[in-house]
């Protein structure tokens, strides 16, 4: 029991330093200080940087799938998915965070091939479920989808992930204004505003 509360501290704490620091910013030490536990008990629970990567990647998928069916389960209409997705990444903004993504996508030279590979898988996951998200928003007549669907998650993911390391530089204004277009593109803002009778 202790172990496995050791281990879900370790993938915590090193989460919160890949997407603050990036990949090649952080190590086992770093965990170990933050923790106040020696870096042989992160070794313990993770063997080498790449088997706590594939675990994190793996992590990050199953938190976004439950995600989804919770979703799914309540039957949101695409709009409101949309509008939960857009928080998820509103709150790396606000927490001072890349996406793994993101970072993944940067470093990804430094990264190893274990943990690129499992970066896919959850890169895969979010554009499917962006692009049923569109496609069945799209048939609703309540988004307005520019080319296809899946081409259309490409580009709203893009924008997203551009929008977080913009912010590092440029502040976060930066996100809120590439996030507002992908809005206003999609037909969202209109809604609101006619929801609010503006």
């Keep these: 029991m202790v172990r496995q509360g050791t281990r879900q501290r370790i993938l915590e704490v090193a989460e919160d330093l890949l997407q603050h620091r990036g990949w090649a ?59 939960g997705f857009f928080a998820l990444e509103r709150r790396y903004m606000d927490e001072g965070k890349v996406c793994p993504l993101g970072v993944l996508g940067v470093e990804a030279e430094g990264v190893p091939a274990a943990v690129r590979d499992e970066a896919r898988l959850l890169a895969g996951d979010v554009l499917r479920w962006l692009g049923r998200v569109l496609e069945q928003g799209e048939a609703q007549g309540v988004l307005h989808v520019a080319g296809t669907p899946a081409s259309h998650a490409l580009a709203l993911m893009s924008s997203l992930q551009a929008g977080l390391q913009l912010a590092r530089t440029l502040g976060p204004e930066a996100f809120y204004t590439l996030l507002e277009q992908q809005r206003e593109q999609l037909g969202l803002s209109r809604r609101r505003r006619a929801a609010l009778g503006g």
């Design 25 to 83: 910013g952080f190590s086992y030490q770093h965990i170990a200080e933050r923790l106040g536990i020696r870096s042989a008990a992160v070794h313990y629970h993770f063997p080498s940087k790449t088997d706590l990567g594939v675990a994190l990647l793996r992590r990050y998928r199953s938190s976004f799938n439950w995600w989804c069916e919770q979703l799914r389960q309540r039957q949101a209409p695409p709009e409101v998915c949309l509008e």
